[in-house]
């Protein structure tokens, strides 16, 4: 941040700021002795030599990506290796929670990397899933490096529909083997991280057949390659999968099996166990599994919303440097921030990276409970928190990158450049949607639970889960109350009435001759619009507890902005739903138009505030890594400077002239 | 689409579709010879060698793709020379409108082409703006390419606000020169297609200075490279801006100047002149130039709907090929295409592709007739014509560009690879909101327009634009009426409420002590979704007349199936604008209850057509090159043989492994 001059416009946003921003900073890293660490260590790796790239990704081919990828990915692991000791002596849960505001792999591998997989995934099956034996075993071998592994579930013919995968895992009682087979190529393992060309090891998930019986789905611990050649072993295909939208350096692969044998204990045995002779033994408890579910999904919530604080970020500063236009006759070209329209797209950004910045710690408090109760066999609140999680993941991914992408076009044509940082931002949060449940599946798993809930109301059950009682509210509809939790309440009202409608509409089409599932298929894009609608309620309750919680111990211009967001964040959604609010509550078209002028009042509270607001995210150049972005604000000084870093630009002439473009001139080509 | 075995799913598709294929095909080519000219082209062309890569563009270095892009892009310039020998005696223009259809570009540089920027904008600013001997000189060495152009507008720091444009073009009255110079890093120029190391001539928009004094933005023709070397000439510093999210094959450059001199004849004079002696000479009419505006407009909307037909096209194929988990217990898995949710996401995006398809067509017949008027001098229809190229601009390519990333997510993970082309759709769409007009800016024009118009009728006025009659419509609010007639006019009550209660706002504002200036700012949230809400109004009646005008002379099936269409499109909106139709309408709880079920009906209605529909677009395979999408639904299969030809996968261990991996496994990096 030293050196050049900042920019003028973004000095004088600093300091009509009226927070502390360095106070918001400790807020969001949860105490200064935490902001404090992380800084350390962000100095620490990001001075080492060979991190940062000369020429760009962006530049290099698809192979080179993934050596580039890899080369740095291998120097950081060796870096946190040594300036991350303390981490070897807490567990892989704590060390997660303790670096949710790290965002130190995106300074080095900004599109991911390719032990992704092995840091994550493959860590957490072995933790998950083997035994304590091969826990003990593996994750030694994991933790050290001395294996690369993936985690291989999803295949080219399947995904959603864990029972329908194909690859098999037959025991052979006669030699104690398991013999993994790929019987078509829709059966192909497709999508590991790190599958390609890096792991040597693999978690497979494959259904076990013991003498011509299916017992589902289990997880294999499989080596592919030879340990010391790399090779891949005898009957095992493997390979990578080619570019996509985002994750270029993650070397996604694909791997089958030609009758590959391997030994018994290598079937992962902290559930189900197949013995020596051939007997299996199910598992205690099959929703043991649903805890690694969760833990990774509120993983997701917490990246969406740092992606989306980096977006905007980003957005927030190259607007208050970028003057365009005019707004009144004969001034000088405003700051584009100061257009209500920009205000409107960016301001609700910084709200919603808030809103789950605080559920994701929220839920991970409550996933922490939950899993504590799990250990002493107690499963009554796994429901509700699988639930909660589900919801929570499908709107966070789907909010936080709908956002990332309006502040890439509100920052126009350059918000197109690479250098900007913003589409690699949206290609990484994009794919948030997809994996670990896509979206519109997982809405119809939290309609599936509200409808159930419903029934049960309707017959007299009174023990619902928490989060679904306020679909038995049966007091008469209050009139419209433009507090925050009369917004809630509202909000309340719009979720049951929405669940009674799909529920109404199934009934019909059942009357009408469907069977209950198709019956159910024709009303679902009903039902997915009624557990969108029970999703908002989770996060405006729990931003709103999490800020009115804290407020107290903020000081108080802090807690004012605060507030301001949490009201910002209320007011946008009731606008966004007004055809809802108009159906299932009682406001009017006055309340409408009070509710609008109040937005606008809001953004103009905010509005001094956005570039302190951003600043609190406290993010690095190095992370940010964007041209518009940069703290220092010489947004087109840094574009012209990451242009001349194109191979291209090496050269006056590129050899295609003489090649190809002079003949085809001369009519010659 | 011979050779290989057709998916089983996709043939009984085929043979349930109710309608003539073949005729819709027709139908969107204007009739059977245009589809058969059209295909003879895409046949000739696209059996020509060299066109097609052997290794997917996606794999290469950023040098590489131009260096390719290129290549083939002048292969294809020769091909059309030799194919498409006719164009040659057809007008610029003609041959737009003659080729609407036509996307063998895609087929070839599928991110675009260095030369897009010659063919278009540098052919038309030469016709738009030379004088006639101008146009008579550089249009034949364009056209011939003895030169290769680009159009030079946009500054690093300038985009919306052409006034504000930095580049200086002083002319010397000594020396009868222009001197172009860029006296600041924002003033250079930037994002021109093919400016990178493509173009030696260049048409560059700059603010002329004569004796001191400033005649506002000019265009002038400049050289920027030399004709034999190809080097950049004294004073011109130019080159590639670096990688972007789409368009990477275009060699976006920059250019700046260092007081280069050029003589006087090549400022293009047909509008503004510059004498020897330094007169200036003042536009004769200085609307003329909006025409060029108006067309490129017309074009994006033609563009933006075959682009989401190519996504669209993708997705429903795939839908119909993919099969996952279940719909009734112990039945066999159903492909996702019955899934109402994906109907819900995929047909709406047929739809809207026709909406657009003769939106497009109805606006360049429109724009056609303003353009003979004008010739004539006749004005009074320009502004009309501007807001309606400014509205349906903005809709089409946010329309399009939402439902064509809507078609990626539909297809899950696999939407994500490159292999499917779905990233690329969306990264060259996506351009389209940004580029021409940005479309916020553009809506903020809209408005502008509404408001006048209110304030005239308000004050009596009578002869308003045809587009906004309804502003001055004062009859009582009549009942609901669920006719697509019905529907539409309650979707202009919706506007004129919108355009009502924004105007109330701004006067609210100026009363609170607000300027004018500030009191519009500060409604430019409601405002901007008035002009939205207006040029939906647009499309609604355009799509209705133009089918409603076609249908008599169809075959029954078929037009029933656009009929039907038609109807899902007016009921979708009618759902996504519940909120706007029950604030400003007398729609009903139970009117909205009526429509999702009616539109749960017509999904069901229309989803037996969906293969066919999409058939009927009749893109080869090589213009939608994507392993989802292929006329044979051969998709895994051919994810497999995509993937195989990544250069990484061409050796089993990857260098890196001998390199990095292994010291860093053994502890030794």
Partial sequence: MAG??????????????NFDVEELTNLLDDGVEHTKRRRTLEQNILSIEGLQDDIP???????????????????????????????????????????????????????????????????????????????EYWSKKATNFEIIGTYAQTELGHGTFIRGLETQATYDVGTEEFVLHSPTITAYKWWPGGMGHTANYCVVMAQLYIKGKNYGIQPFMVQIRDEETHMPLPGVKVGEIGPKLGFNTVNNGFLGFDNVRIPRDRMLMKNAQVLKDGTYKASPNSKLAYGAMVYVRV?????????????????????AIRRQSQLKPNAPEPQIIDYVTQQHKLLIAISTSHAYHFTARWLWDLYTKTNQELRRGEFKNLPELHILACSMKVLSSADCTALIEKCRLACGGHGYLMSSSLPILYGVSTATVTYEGENTVLLLQVARSLVKTWDQILKGHISVSPSMVYLGNRTPLPKWDSSLQGI???????????????????????????SPEDAWNKASVQLISAAEAHARIIVLSVYKAEIERRASTLSSPLATVLLELLELYYIYWALEKTGDLLLYTKLSEKDVRDLQHRYEDILEKIRPNAVGLVDAFDFRDEILSSTLGAYDGRAYERLMEEALKSPLNKEPVNQSFEKYLKPFMRGKL
Avoid at 58 to 85: I, P
Avoid at 504 to 509: C, G, L, M, R
């Fill in 488 to 514: 809630l309440e509202s909000f309340k009202r719009v979720a049951k009435g929405k669940v009674s409608a799909s529920v109404s509409s199934i009934d019909q089409y059942r009357k009408s001759g469907l």
């Fill in 57 to 135: 990704e962006e530049y290099l081919s698809h192979k080179e990506k993934y050596e580039n990828g890899l080369r740095k990915t291998l120097l950081m692991c060796k870096a946190l290796q040594t300036y991350d000791k303390e981490s070897a002596g807490r567990s892989f849960q704590e060390n997660i929670r303790l670096n949710f505001r790290n965002s130190l792999w995106s300074a080095v591998t900004k599109d991911t990397s390719p032990l992704l997989l092995h840091l994550e995934m493959f860590m957490i099956a072995i933790l998950e899933q083997g035994n304590e034996e091969q826990r």
């Fill in 299 to 319: 993983v997701i919530i917490n990246s969406a919303c740092k992606y989306l604080a980096r977006a905007t970020t980003i957005a927030v500063r190259y607007s």
């Fill in 4 to 17: 050049k001059k900042v920019n003028e416009d973004l000095l004088n946003e600093r300091a009509k700021c």
